[in-house]
């Protein structure tokens, strides 16, 4: 896979200049790369809405968010029925604007019936005719899914996301992973998914290692990945590596895992979304002197920290 390049993503100098000045910088696309063998392009960026489903977020700042989202380019939006009312927000803030976002949720659901209703119902409630990708939502829970024989079966959720596709409601099928990286190796292996997710950042590559594992074996097989938790954050936490210059660091780590396809930022204010363009497109490859010391800075938070997503194996 091609690494990404400061002309892939932009001409960031002169977007953080504009952003410096206090200009409106809202017309400055991101890069855009395939989303493994979809067919889906997308912005190299995308946000996670879990902050958007928030108490306190008002529908009239979702519908900001989203806006200045499309005019950034910024069009991949995942989303989660477990993110509180974000599904809700998104219906009123996406009128006129679905054609220009690759809408994403998840389910949770072992059973074929119970995965069936979940994107029927998360459907309504974003008011979406359809979803362009539904991820099978962490893999790596034995207690979600206890048995990947039944998760790959003909009455499990890849079944029911299956027939969704044929009905038209969904476009493509993923699924996302938190912990036990080496129990999405099978699902991968399948054939079945065309979109793979997981944890990746500097303390992460030390307990997980999403990025040698689930990753490379998606690269090989051409799966579109999408890196999340790129700042660090876990249940309850927030976000651990986004002080300054753990965010800039953070982002060109995210932004230089071979293959990447889009890269995942939770947030639920336009100024957060010119912060994470400007460095996007600013982007240059983490290398170096400044690797290695983000490498033993995240080694050292992983010794702190030990298993904080769950289990390795």
Known sequence: ??????????????????????????????????????????????????????????QNEVNNVIAAAADY?????????????????????????????????????????????QVKESLQKTRAEYFDLVHVHNVGRTDRFPSLD????????????????????VKHVGMTCHLRPR??????????????????????????????????????????IVAMKILGGTQGDGAILSDEPHYGRSVRYALGIPGLSVAIMGMKSVAELDKAVATVNAFEPLEGAELSEAMAEGKRRAAELGEHRGPVV
Request: include cysteine; hydrophobic fraction near 40%.
């Open 1 to 58: 896979m091609e690494r990404i390049t400061r002309r892939d993503l932009g001409k960031g100098a002169a977007i953080a200049g504009a952003l410096a000045a206090g200009v409106e910088a809202h017309a400055a696309q991101v890069g855009k790369r395939q989303l493994g063998k979809t067919g889906l392009e997308v912005g190299v960026l995308g946000i996670g809405t879990g902050p958007l489903g928030q108490q306190g977020v008002s």
């Open 150 to 169: 039944i998760l790959l079966g003909e009455d499990g959720a890849l079944a029911a996301l299956e027939d969704l596709k044929r009905q038209g409601l």
């Open 183 to 224: 129990r999405a190796l099978p699902v991968m292996r399948s054939g079945r998914v065309e979109v793979v997710m997981a944890a990746v950042n500097c303390i992460d590559r030390h307990i997980y290692d999403f990025e040698g594992t689930v990753f490379s074996e998606a690269a090989e097989r051409g799966i579109g």
């Open 73 to 117: 380019g910024v069009n991949y939006l995942d989303t989660a029925p477990i993110y509180n009312q974000a599904e809700r927000r998104l219906g009123p803030a996406l009128k006129g604007k679905r054609d220009k976002f690759v809408l994403v949720t998840k389910v949770e659901a072992t059973s074929k019936q119970d995965a069936t209703w």
